[in-house]
T-cell receptor, first 115, second 113 residues
Framework: NAGVTQTPKFQVLKTGQSMTLQCAQD?????MYWYRQDPGMGLRLIYY???????DKGEVPNGYNVSRLNKREFSLRLESAAPSQTSVYFC??????????????FGPGTRLLVL | AQSVTQLGSHVSVSEGALVLLRCNYS??????LFWYVQYPNQGLQLLLK??????LVKGINGFEAEFKKSETSFHLTKPSAHMSDAAEYFC???????????FGTGTRLTIIP
């Protein structure tokens, strides 16, 4: 089991460029999440998907779009990157169905630098 | 709305000394509380969680935490620090019916040889 995988590991963009961060999990989990991690701010939820075909905004959704392609994959798209989106992005998944008690499993992260 | 506050963004302890990382929560409903650890250049992994059963929760690597409703706290402890404990630690909260976690700002633990 690879768990949660993310690609790419590192990316440099110029302001205005677009890119898609990919995430896949092989644990047959229902729920998937995208977070960003910034120094001194902890992790903040960008988007969340409780099941295939459903998505929900988190705390900081502006400037991002997501696609839950199937049960395994959840992608995050930056349509027009801005320097404020420089961050480390983490994807996570959980089994769901435990009413908030679920353990989330995290990928290794994608470091994004927007110049 | 729920939130967690982690006191101390950086904590240093000597190898073999007690580790105490503080977390206080604010929630209008009974919370579920989590501690996650992040080693350098890695993702987060669960240390332990409180889900309304026993108030003293034991986790991996010798860590434990006690839920104290009267103090709205869920502090993380380990009796004897090891060099391998150097990492960043995050407290997080959710509640019944809500899978979304709200994270604290993190505490970076340094172990002094």
């Amino acid at each position: 089991n690879a768990g949660v995988t993310q690609t790419p590991k590192f990316q440099v963009l110029k302001t205005g460029q677009s890119m898609t961060l990919q995430c896949a999990q092989d644990m047959n989990h229902n729920s998937m999440y995208w977070y960003r991690q910034d120094p001194g701010m902890g992790l903040r939820l960008i988007y969340y998907s409780a099941s295939e075909g459903t998505t929900d905004k988190g705390e900081v959704p502006n400037g991002y779009n997501v696609s839950r392609l199937n049960k395994r994959e959840f992608s995050l798209r930056l349509e027009s990157a801005a320097p404020s989106q420089t961050s480390v992005y983490f994807c996570a998944s959980s089994d769901g169905g435990a009413g908030g008690r679920e353990t989330q499993y995290f990928g290794p992260g994608t470091r994004l630098l927007v110049l | 709305a729920q939130s967690v506050t982690q006191l101390g963004s950086h904590v240093s302890v000597s190898e073999g000394a007690l580790v105490l990382l503080r977390c206080n929560y604010s929630s209008s409903v009974p919370p579920y509380l989590f501690w996650y650890v992040q080693y350098p250049n890695q993702g987060l992994q669960l240390l332990l969680k409180y889900t309304s059963a026993a108030t003293l929760v034991k986790g991996i690597n010798g860590f434990e935490a006690e839920f104290k409703k009267s103090e709205t706290s869920f502090h993380l402890t380990k009796p004897s620090a090891h060099m391998s404990d150097a990492a960043e630690y995050f407290c997080a909260v959710s509640y019944f019916g809500n899978e979304k976690l709200t994270f604290g700002t993190g505490t970076r633990l340094t172990i002094i040889p």
